[in-house]
């Protein structure tokens, strides 16, 4: 067991001991718990027929809000004429090295060669479905595509080339990008690790982003358990009810191995009314199977989960891959 962090030295605080991060009470889960998870997964295994894709072509720049599902949490989003992307992952295959991990059930919603000039990278934690460090490298020769991302992720990313600019953020912390935008690093209740031995040494979040001139609130979730709903409520507290927020919805069965990590579709929209988004879009799903549910069960899920709350479903929809949305947000 490491005594010392390999990410990360700072002083100790509220969610930092000096050695691991933590968010929230985490059961420690056991060998036959993780066989059980395991066995059951290759029993409920998706189907070998790639889903059809039809990319989107995104224009070079947009004033607006716009949205390009790529995959899993992976996100274009334009807005104020500038381009960001949230947690891009482009593999075939999840894990060190794309070779071993889960496979990728549909081609990209967009094509490494269709990508506008890229401004900025949010990178949510270090899991592997969410940090590509050669994907981040690319970008950085491509764009010189600056990342933003919770405390420790830095030292992993610069791994894959020490020039990226990696600007690392703690709970609370923000940082400007252009003239209108602001990025704000705010916790989710997760955990991280790369390997065996990292559990809990770099900072997981979520973000969100607020445009001065506007006042416009977008509320990007990140991997999260619901725990007590206190931090979504913080969100609309600190910043006002979201104009839109992206909210994972998949990867949540069974509930007893990673309830205390992932939402449930119900939990998706319990963080929608915690935080008053006027819009909302579920991502983290479909595209790599993570856990038990079926490939097409979360916006299935999310349906039911809506009808029983009373809840508009054209207030909260699945994201598909190339199939871009334009949430209303306010002009001024």
Do not use: K
């Not at 968010?23 to 056991?30: I, K, N, Q, T």
């Not at 953020?169 to 704000?184: I, K, Y």
């Not at 949540?252 to 319990?270: L, N, S």
Request: hydrophobic fraction near 40%; charge should be positive.
């Amino acid at each position: 067991m490491r005594r010392r962090n390999p990410y990360h030295r700072g002083p100790v605080t509220p969610h930092f001991d000096g050695l691991r991060f933590r968010s929230h009470p985490v059961p420690r889960r056991g060998l036959r718990a993780a066989l059980r998870f395991v066995r059951g997964q290759i029993a409920r295994r998706w189907p070998d027929l790639p889903l059809p894709v039809t990319p989107d072509r995104p224009p070079t720049r947009s004033e607006a809000l716009r949205i390009v599902p790529i995959g899993h949490s992976s996100l274009l989003v334009q807005l104020a004429g500038l381009n960001l992307l949230i947690d891009p992952v482009f593999a075939e295959r999840l894990g060190p090295g794309g070779r071993a991990g889960p496979r990728r059930a549909h081609p990209p919603g967009l094509r490494w060669e269709d990508l506008p000039p890229i401004d900025a990278v949010l990178v949510t934690h270090n899991h592997w479905d969410h940090l590509e460090a050669p994907t981040l490298a690319r970008l950085w020769r491509r764009f010189g595509a600056r990342v933003l991302t919770p405390l420790g992720n830095d030292a992993i990313i610069r791994r894959a080339d020490p020039a990226i600019p990696v600007r690392s953020l703690d709970w609370g912390e923000s940082e400007p990008l252009g003239e209108r935008l602001a990025v704000h690093c705010v916790p989710s209740y997760h955990w991280s690790a790369r390997g065996l031995w990292d559990r809990r040494m770099a900072l997981w979040g979520s973000f969100v982003v607020t445009d001065a001139r506007t006042g416009g609130v977008l509320y990007h979730v990140g991997d999260t358990a619901y725990g007590d709903g206190r931090i979504f409520r913080d969100v609309r507290r600190r910043f006002g009810p979201p104009h839109a927020a992206l909210i994972p919805i998949g990867a949540y069965e069974p509930r007893w191995f990673v309830g205390h990590e992932h939402v449930d579709p119900a939990e998706a929209v319990r963080i929608l009314l915690d935080c008053e988004a006027e819009r909302a879009f579920g991502h983290h799903w479909g595209t790599f199977q993570l856990t038990w549910e079926g490939r097409e069960d979360p916006p299935r899920a999310l349906d039911r989960a809506l009808a029983e709350a009373g809840v508009p479903p054209e207030r909260f929809r699945p994201l598909h891959p190339g199939l871009a949305v334009e949430p209303p947000w306010p002009a001024r």
